[in-house]
């Protein structure tokens, strides 16, 4: 009977440690918590895992069994992600065994921009970062300072990933904004300021001021000779007073300071029928600084008529006569009628009139016959 006991005994024991060895399911010898390695654009890394040392199976962080540990190693298809938006795919340049070098071109940044490097997924690449703060990135991988046309260069290596941001900061100063653009000089005494000096410019012209690629700043600063004023959600300066300007923007604060170097006494023009009281016509300015118009009006071929050149200070509510300019005038068939000379037309019609004010003379163009 003891005997059979024994035996029944190790018989249990036998297949209790057959059934256990089947299944696996020893006490686990865990060793140490291996610490987790970030992949690498060479290299996979792994989670934190423990390792059986007797079965050799694989546990997470929280000892739970896993297929694998391996991280793999990053996909080179990555992107730069500006202020959590993916702005730009980064291009391979170069490879070898132990570096990758990309790039990312024509980004358009503004100060206080985040830069983040980024997979196809929109997930940060997890490495470490090494900012070339000489190259307007902060070492948090800010932008520095506004800048246009940036490329943006990545480099890695065993080190890490070398980050490097260049381009230029091309301003312009756009007048009357559908005339043509002026480009703004770095000055050579500070980087930050961008200058335009002895600019012409007239009454209730507009400027405002922008990268080249069409990056607007808000201007909100402006002197005494200028008030802002918005067109389509884009603030301008209007000049307030004719004159020559030198301009500046520093790029740091982004404000524009103008100085008025010269002030011109600015005219209004009015063309006139002679005896005929009411015909004071404001004549408007043209994309030509010295020339002014005014559009599709009926001339009387009986009547005379002439332009009046008034100094904007001597004409509120003044009538054009008795303010008469000695510099005013005329042409066609012409008079002389004191210092005032007039013109006739050989037929009535409708004209545009056009008045040089540099040299005084008129130039019709025929609109309509009658
Ligand atoms: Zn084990």
Redesign the pocket.
Known sequence: MKKSLKFILLAFIALFSISLASC?E?A??FGALHEKVNPTFLTDGNIAYYE??????YFDANKNEVDTIVLNKYSKEISLSVNYETKADFIVLEEDDNHISWEAKDLNLLRDDGLRIVDKKNNRIVHKFIPDTTSNITERCSIHNDVSNASISLTYTLNGLYLSVSGREELVVQFNYESKLTDMIQSESNENLYELNNVRLKKDSLLNIHFMNGVYFTMGKANSNFRSYMVDDIMYLQCLTDGIYNISFNTYGRDVFIELVEEIPHYTYYFHQYEYSGGNKEMEETQDSNEVVLRNYYLLNNQYYYVLKMNDKDTEDSAPYGVLDSDSLLLGETIDFGVTKMFKVNDNAYYDIYFNTETNEFRLVLIEEE
């Open positions: 696996g020893h686990h010898n059986c040392m007797d079965c050799h199976k």
